[in-house]
């Protein structure tokens, strides 16, 4: 056996390695984002008893779901804009699995975006958190801790006003430096999706999906317990479903964490 898993066994046995759920929980008020009129909405999760323990099924229980691709806690696979529309391997069922397991890179925003919640990371705050931790190796995963996952209240969460929603996003400059410069595997959030609320408006226009996915590089959106991870150190494992041809899928996003300095 690989020394490196058994001690990563070992090491998860005796709780100096310990899993961070950083997925929110998938339920009918989870909330979707909202489009203009003019676009097709995504729906948002139902749950179908088929059965439960009943006539339908005495001794089991189960039942249907239904949702829009990007519900909930989710994965962006490339195909996903138009942009990654003609990269290989670039959808839910064919991206190499390798890529849903990187190293995470956690820049600490809450303060910034407390203070304003159209917040823009900017190459500046990657160059300060690079000056602390090191340049971002390629392959890894860049997190947005933002506190907004603390935002429960879906109203508050979507944020939306006359001119759009205002959430905290990334700067097209940002992007296109963790995209080119970087390499990295992709960028999660906290908010309902990669982009800020205001992103239609930017040059290009949602630069996190056309940059990110026009790069062949991957998003995670609504992610929480961000507060839970190092600046560095964590391994991030996020596989979305196998769907043939899928764009994204709700995902389960663990992280393995130290405990403490080891
Ligand atoms: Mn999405």
Not at 69 to 84: K, L, R, S, Y
Not at 130 to 146: K, R
């Amino acid at each position: 056996m690989s020394s490196v898993l058994k001690q990563l066994v070992e090491e998860l046995k005796a709780g100096r390695l310990k899993v961070v759920d950083l997925t929110q929980p998938l339920h009918p008020g989870t909330p979707v984002i909202h489009l203009p009129a003019q676009f097709e909405a995504s729906p948002g999760f139902t749950l179908r008893t088929i059965c439960r323990y009943d006539q339908a099924g005495p001794a089991w229980y189960w039942n249907a779901v239904a949702m829009g691709e990007h519900t909930g806690t989710h994965f962006d696979a490339p195909v996903h804009w138009i942009t990654g529309k003609d990269r290989p391997d670039n959808t839910c069922a064919t991206i190499p699995a390798r890529r849903f397991i990187g190293p995470a890179c956690v820049i600490d925003l809450v303060d910034e975006v407390a203070a304003d919640p159209d917040f823009l990371l900017k190459p500046a705050h990657i160059e300060r958190w690079e000056a602390d931790h090191g340049v971002i190796a390629s392959g890894s995963w860049v997190l947005l801790w933002t506190g907004w996952s603390k935002r429960q209240d879906p109203k508050a969460f979507l944020n939306e006003a006359e001119d759009g929603p205002h959430s905290p996003g990334l700067a097209p400059e940002a992007v296109s430096m963790l995209a080119h410069e970087r390499d990295v595997l992709g960028v999660g959030v906290e908010t309902i999706g990669t982009d800020a609320g205001q992103a239609a408006g930017f040059d290009p226009p949602f630069p996190c999906h056309h940059i990110m996915h026009g790069a062949g590089k991957l998003g995670l959106a609504s992610l929480c317990h961000l507060d839970q991870l190092p600046p560095a150190g964590a391994i991030v494992i996020a596989a979305p479903l196998k769907i043939v041809d899928g764009s994204g899928s709700p995902v389960r996003v663990l992280a393995i964490v130290p405990t403490e300095a080891h």
